[in-house]
């Protein structure tokens, strides 16, 4: 167990995190929001608030917020679920829920977000010597699962594959699926650790137990799973300097 982050309970977690709350009309155009939303969201420079929400978020977060919203309008039954999401912004790393609101007459009326910021959940405190992009190193990595929030310890970690806009994260016990892209995901995890291999791939170096050599092209084996991660040819010599080996 890691003793920087003892576990909590769902109930204090509810009674410490500010929710910010942004109200939208049906064409997803902000109405309101409260004060943590305005403290957190750039609404300096986009007032006023008659503007499509994605606006509001980083241009790489922009795509994953619209397929939260499409999710949550196309969702069938007549109280869909809030929809979960996780977008990582410089300084921090925000859990995004959405839900659609209906009228007295169940027709469409707009939506409501409703986010938390999880950053002292999932990251470490550098404030005493400060990265120089100001992001916070991830001690644990969020994941998704069945509208559950599943944090992943690092240690545990052998290897991140991307795919597309998102990543599965996969250790022993299998692969969960995660909202941040492997660049975002890159750039808070230690670099003295993980290493991106590969455009697809960063791997947990501790982990690789074996090397391979498929058709003249470097694979690595994984913490004794069946796991083999390709190695891009760019990225050979470098990855054999850092586990200490011969080019």
């Known amino acids: 167990m890691d003793s920087r982050h003892p576990p909590v309970s769902p109930l204090y977690l509810l009674e410490r995190f500010e929710a910010g709350i942004v109200q939208l ?8 929001m409260n004060d943590f939303a305005r403290r957190v969201l750039p609404v300096a420079e ?3 608030f008659d503007r499509v929400v994605l606006s509001f978020h980083p241009e790489r977060s922009q795509a994953k917020v619209e397929f939260l919203f499409d999710q949550a309008a196309r969702c069938p039954v007549a109280n ?40 002292e959940l999932v ?14 190193r991830l001690l644990k990595i ?16 052998l290897t991140i594959q991307s795919d597309g806009h998102y ?21 808070r995890l230690d670099g003295e650790r993980f290493m991106r ?33 390709p190695v891009s040819r760019t990225s050979a010599a470098a990855l054999l300097a850092r586990l200490g080996l011969p080019n």
């Open 46 to 48: 986009m007032l006023p």
């Open 123 to 136: 990251a470490s405190d550098d404030s005493a010597s400060p990265r120089a992009d100001n992001r916070r």
């Open 80 to 119: 869909p679920p809030p929809m979960t999401m996780i977008i990582n912004i410089p300084e921090r790393v925000l859990l995004i829920k959405v839900t659609r609101l209906s009228d007295a007459r169940l027709e469409p009326a707009g939506y409501t977000l409703v986010f938390y910021d999880i950053t």
């Open 197 to 229: 291999v590969h455009r697809s791939h960063i791997v947990n170096l501790q982990a690789v137990t074996q090397l391979h050599r498929d058709d003249g092209r470097l694979a690595l084996q994984l913490g004794g799973s069946e796991l083999r991660v």
């Open 25 to 32: 009309d049906a064409k997803r155009h902000v109405v309101a």
């Open 167 to 187: 990543t599965h994260v996969h250790t022993a016990q299998g692969a969960q699926f995660c909202n941040l892209n492997i660049g975002d995901l890159e750039s």
């Open 142 to 157: 969020p994941t998704v699962s069945q509208q559950r929030i599943v944090l992943l310890d690092v240690d545990e970690v």
